[in-house]
């Protein structure tokens, strides 16, 4: 299976911190924000990853992740020359994924909880068709909702619904078989002109192939595209952090996790001492 990350856009929700940069570049608490997405990636067992940005954000990204290999993965990267929507990565990525399966990560989500890379690594293995992650809100008009019934099957889904017939919002975190790219050339333009992801979905859910699954209490999800949603993310980072003395979102750590690189190869990429890379050599240490 392979991975995209979609970092484009313009970020006109936490305008004007985003007029010179990507918001998937800006700090949540301690990291840039593309960390936080990458590692899930990475947690599934993704080694071959796809960044969608900007082309003004192309360099930064580079000097940031370069090709990946101080991480033990590869990584490459596509345009996006206009914000025409999430469905549209599987367009531009389309020679990327080639006959694979795929799994999507928006760039500004953040996704924390218990057995998360157990549950990330069953999601890439066990596949046919597309699974989401459902996950309680107070404020579903403002995602895409999804309707269960009484055996939580999914009944229906509806991008921002002024009614919304659940409170449950679909996270932006997807796997798909091969067949979402003949899903995607079929999506039309909504109504602000862009190719929506859960028309994609319903497209899954007709062929009775849309598998989803409810996140509990035991998880936190926090979509940082806001300026509220970027503070509550960092701060809700700091807090973990300093309380149970551990890092989210550190790819460093999950490559070493996951058998990617070795104690001794990561430890030579690491920059000068700070307060990250100390955590970094003390989880090193301690296994």
């Given at each position: 299976m392979k991975g995209i990350i979609l970092a484009g856009g313009y970020g006109s929700r936490l305008y004007p911190v985003t007029v010179s940069t990507s918001k998937q570049?800006?700090?949540?608490?301690?990291?840039p924000m593309i960390f936080y997405p990458l590692t899930l990636l990475m947690m599934a067992g993704i080694k071959d990853i796809l960044i969608i940005?900007?082309?003004?954000?192309?360099?930064a990204y580079k000097a940031l992740l370069g090709n990946g290999l101080n991480l033990g993965i590869k990584?490459?990267?596509e345009?996006?020359?206009?914000?025409?929507?999430?469905?549209?990565?599987?367009?531009?990525g389309e020679n990327f994924i080639g006959n694979h399966n795929v799994a999507l990560v928006l760039g500004d989500n953040l996704l924390f909880g218990d057995s998360l890379m157990s549950n990330l690594k069953k999601s890439k293995e066990n596949h046919r068709g597309a699974k989401v992650f459902a996950y309680r809100v107070k404020n579903p008009e403002y995602y895409g909702v999804i309707e269960f019934d009484k055996?939580?099957?999914?009944?229906?889904?509806?991008?921002?619904?002024?009614s919304p017939k659940s409170n449950f919002a679909v996270i932006g975190l997807y796997f798909y078989d091969n067949k979402v790219i003949e899903f995607a050339k079929k999506v039309k333009p909504s109504i602000n002109d862009e190719l929506q992801i859960t028309d994609i979905n319903r497209m899954y859910l007709a062929k009775g192939e849309l598998f989803a699954e409810k996140l509990g209490r035991g998880y936190a999800w926090l979509d940082a595209g806001t300026v509220d949603g970027l503070y509550n993310a960092s701060t809700f980072v700091k807090s973990i952090q300093?309380?149970?003395g551990i890092q989210i979102g550190c790819p460093e750590e999950i490559s070493f996790r996951m058998g990617y690189l070795s104690k001794n190869?990561?430890?030579?990429?690491?920059?000068n001492s700070n307060q990250y890379?100390?955590?970094i050599r003390q989880i090193l240490n301690e296994n």
């Amino acid at each position: 299976m392979k991975g995209i990350i979609l970092a484009g856009g313009y970020g006109s929700r936490l305008y004007p911190v985003t007029v010179s940069t990507s918001k998937q570049l800006l700090p949540v608490y301690d990291k840039p924000m593309i960390f936080y997405p990458l590692t899930l990636l990475m947690m599934a067992g993704i080694k071959d990853i796809l960044i969608i940005c900007m082309k003004r954000d192309l360099e930064a990204y580079k000097a940031l992740l370069g090709n990946g290999l101080n991480l033990g993965i590869k990584i490459s990267y596509e345009i996006q020359f206009k914000q025409n929507g999430v469905a549209e990565a599987f367009l531009i990525g389309e020679n990327f994924i080639g006959n694979h399966n795929v799994a999507l990560v928006l760039g500004d989500n953040l996704l924390f909880g218990d057995s998360l890379m157990s549950n990330l690594k069953k999601s890439k293995e066990n596949h046919r068709g597309a699974k989401v992650f459902a996950y309680r809100v107070k404020n579903p008009e403002y995602y895409g909702v999804i309707e269960f019934d009484k055996n939580d099957k999914v009944c229906s889904l509806v991008e921002k619904p002024k009614s919304p017939k659940s409170n449950f919002a679909v996270i932006g975190l997807y796997f798909y078989d091969n067949k979402v790219i003949e899903f995607a050339k079929k999506v039309k333009p909504s109504i602000n002109d862009e190719l929506q992801i859960t028309d994609i979905n319903r497209m899954y859910l007709a062929k009775g192939e849309l598998f989803a699954e409810k996140l509990g209490r035991g998880y936190a999800w926090l979509d940082a595209g806001t300026v509220d949603g970027l503070y509550n993310a960092s701060t809700f980072v700091k807090s973990i952090q300093e309380r149970q003395g551990i890092q989210i979102g550190c790819p460093e750590e999950i490559s070493f996790r996951m058998g990617y690189l070795s104690k001794n190869e990561i430890i030579k990429n690491l920059s000068n001492s700070n307060q990250y890379s100390e955590y970094i050599r003390q989880i090193l240490n301690e296994n």
